[in-house]
């Protein structure tokens, strides 16, 4: 069957972009910005439409040429040895560009050959995919025929033909019920596990979550960067404590607490600087003050909520 | 990740790049309506077509065996109907026939030795049309009007001496079987051979870049290179079987006979055929979508027939014309295919157009090269 990959140097970046920038006449779709992806991680990549995010990617693939600066997949120079990085790279862009007037099968088949699979292997491969992705049933038919969640499978499939160490995934669930949502998402996971790394555009944040670290594009620049939980403290400046209590009590004078964001008769949410240190200090605290604490937890912060601040704070 | 076989030969990357672009034409009906239906409905139109008339005068000599009055008159009621240019006026049947052979003229008009004794003794006389009838249009047209002023010349004639008849007798240079049909054979061909690869290459690259699936293919380690000889190679085939299978059909369902080998109308044909899809090629690069691409193609095509002599023979065309007819790679084979198959001659006698043919190939080719962009936009 497949045999593991070889890679002579094995560098820790799977994707190091610098300075990367892309002009469309006098319009800066992507501004000098710099990414790290590491070998094995998924790495998730946010923002509005219009952020820039699939010019991005194809500045990354080698599909376009970027106006300033340089992309390097697994050490190798995109700009200088496309071809050579071309193999370790499957790569499912954002609008669906398989052949309309081909079937399902013979998509894959085609794709499969012109990278290099002949006989049995090739053969294996493709029905391999057909069931992962269950569309065995639908081998035979045109994929212009295919409903949209059909297309993002098939799409999805040809583009892991190869078995590529990189998978970049623009929108790949977009269109896409949500049990095979999550579906995708679980053989995501499994690819990461077996060392596959993951460059994925969404615009689900409950899919974000699921990303190792996450960077967030608007305008042409990332505004933010880092894992889930780093990214919501960083949108808040801190974690978000819910405190209900009785008795009288300024809550803003409470050990580690940095704003209140909400206060409601007795309820009130702070934003602390680490939920895990201060959370007993406020307890401690209050009680000595007299109040009586009710509730106090750390409260969950949805990533949208921390997407939409950051939207703001940027424009 | 596959250990892919670095030794994959390179020809063999083009082989699945033929098998898609074949199946993809073949599931498209528009386009085999136009591989198959086109050549045929070419047929019945220019059955039609024949009615068409030259604007200029006709290359012919004159063979005078008589030598008399009567000769000399005819002569000057043929200059004087002004389609004809009498280049030459011979002595023997022999040199009038080998002026039409050379193809120097389209037809040796032969006076007989008793046509002023004829006239003179009121006796129904004849006057003979050695025609080349590989060029049906002209032929047509030729004996027509040599119809025309051998009646105006009999008017004349009965006036005078009371001469009842002169028949107009016609003779096709090429042996009697020579038909219609056979003689549209290089027209046909021209038409299969410029329109369909032209179109079908110029609109299959157009729609790879409409819908977009350059981005997907050239993910794959294939090349630019390999995409266009993949291509080319595709309808190369798809084209040169539609020309053989209308040869044959010709062949079978009209009882054509042509003097040419296999071989060298194949051959001929290929030299013309590469030269239609460089130029398909060359319209892709600078079409911005697959109708205007199609648009292109069926205007270059319109031009290069009517500058090809298929149907008004580039010798009577103006000199602007003949210019252009000059540029036009479909005159040279036009001309090229018409002596292979009809007079039966090699494909080495042609060279010349099969090289002239070859460097518009060159042309188109390294243009297209230079300005064609697989990038996405
Ligand atoms: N070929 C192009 N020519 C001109 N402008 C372009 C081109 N491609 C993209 N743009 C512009 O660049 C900007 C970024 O586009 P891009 O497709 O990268 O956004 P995105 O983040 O992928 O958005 P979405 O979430 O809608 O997919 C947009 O304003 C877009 O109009
Ligand atoms: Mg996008």
């Known amino acids: 069957m497949l045999k593991a990959q070889r890679l002579e140097e094995q560098p820790e970046l799977a994707v190091e972009a610098k300075n990367l920038t892309k002009r469309f006449g006098k319009f800066v779709a992507v501004d000098h910005i710099s990414l790290e992806i590491r070998r094995g991680e998924n790495f998730g990549l946010l923002g509005p439409n219009g952020a820039g995010k699939t010019t991005t990617i194809r500045m990354i693939t080698g599909v376009i040429k970027p106006s300033e600066g340089c992309v390097k997949v697994f050490g190798i120079d995109v700009a200088k040895e496309r071809k050579k990085v071309l193999k370790y790279i499957g790569y499912m862009p954002q609008k669906f560009s398989l052949y309309e007037d081909l079937t399902v099968e013979e998509n894959i088949r085609l794709y499969g050959r012109l990278q290099g699979l002949t006989g049995s292997l090739l053969k294996n491969r493709v029905k391999e995919l057909l069931e992962r992705f269950y569309l065995w049933e639908f081998r035979r038919r045109l994929a212009g025929k295919l409903s949209g969640g059909m297309k993002q499978r098939l799409a999805l499939a040809t583009a892991l033909v190869h078995d590529p160490t990189l998978l970049i995934l623009d929108e790949p669930t977009a269109g896409v019920d949500p049990p095979l949502r999550r579906k995708f998402w679980e053989h995501f996971r499994e690819l990461n596990r077996e060392g596959k790394t993951i460059l994925v555009t969404t615009h689900y944040m409950d899919e974000a979550e699921n990303c190792d670290r996450l960077a967030l594009m608007n305008r042409g620049r990332i505004i933010a960067e880092g894992t889930p939980r780093e990214i919501k403290r960083r949108a808040l400046g801190g974690d978000l404590v819910e405190i209900v209590f009785e008795g009288d009590l300024d809550p803003a004078a409470l050990p580690g607490v940095k704003s209140v964001m909400e206060d409601s008769s007795e309820r009130y949410l702070l934003v602390v600087e680490d939920a895990g240190r201060d959370l007993p200090r406020i307890v401690k605290k209050a009680e000595e003050l007299g109040a009586k604490i009710l509730v106090a937890s750390p409260m969950h912060v949805s990533l949208e909520e921390a997407f939409i601040r950051f939207m703001g704070e940027s424009e | ?377």
Do not use: H
């Not at chain 2, 993809?24 to 009615?51: A, C, E, H, N």
């Not at chain 2, 690259?205 to 291509?231: A, H, L, W, Y």
């Not at chain 2, 014309?321 to 292979?340: D, E, G, H, T």
């Open chain 2, 1 to 377: 990740m596959i250990e892919l076989e670095e030794g994959i030969r390179k020809g063999l990357r083009i082989v699945p790049i033929v098998d898609k672009e074949i199946r993809q034409l073949v599931r498209d009906p528009k386009t085999i309506l136009m591989v198959l239906l086109m050549p045929i409905t070419v047929t019945i139109l220019f059955g039609y077509g024949y009615g068409g008339k030259g604007a200029g005068k006709y290359p012919i000599t004159v063979v005078n065996l008589d030598g008399g009055d009567g000769a000399f008159k005819f002569i000057q009621e043929l200059r004087n109907s002004k389609m004809f240019q009498i280049k030459a006026i011979y002595k023997s049947k022999g040199q009038g026939f080998s002026s039409v052979y050379s193809g120097e003229v389209y037809a040796s008009l032969i006076i007989p030795e008793t046509f002023t004794e004829d006239l003179m003794r009121g006796r129904p006389t004849r006057v003979e049309l050695y025609y080349d009838a590989s060029n049906p249009t002209v032929a047509q047209m030729i004996m027509q009007a040599v119809g025309v002023v051998t009646q105006q010349f009999q008017e004349w004639a009965a006036a005078r001496f009371g001469t009842f008849a002169i028949t107009p007798m016609f003779y096709t240079v090429y042996g009697p079987e020579i038909k219609k049909i056979e003689s549209f054979i290089p027209t046909l061909m021209a038409m299969i051979l410029q329109m369909v690869p032209t179109s079908l290459i110029s609109v299959s690259i157009c729609r790879e870049r409409e819908k977009g699936t350059f981005e997907q293919f050239i993910m794959t380690p294939v090349s630019v290179f390999d995409i266009i000889f993949g291509k080319l190679a595709a309808y190369f085939l798809a084209t040169i079987s539609d020309a053989i299978l209308s040869l044959f059909t010709a062949i079978l369902l009209f009882d054509v006979k042509l003097k040419g080998t296999f071989l060298d109308m194949v051959i001929v044909s290929t030299v013309f055929l590469l030269n239609s899809l460089s130029l398909g090629l060359l319209i892709s690069v600078f079409s911005r979508n697959q109708l205007q691409a199609y648009q292109a193609s069926i205007f270059s095509f319109i031009i290069f027939m009517l500058f090809s002599g298929v149907f008004i023979p580039v010798d009577v065309l103006s000199s602007e014309a003949k210019l252009i007819s000059s540029f036009v790679p479909m005159y040279y084979f036009v001309s090229a295919f018409r002596n292979v198959s009809l007079k039966g001659w090699d494909y080495l006698m042609v060279l010349d157009q099969l090289t002239v043919i070859s460097m518009f190939t060159f042309a188109f080719l390294a243009l297209s090269l230079r300005f064609l962009r697989m990038e996405v936009t």
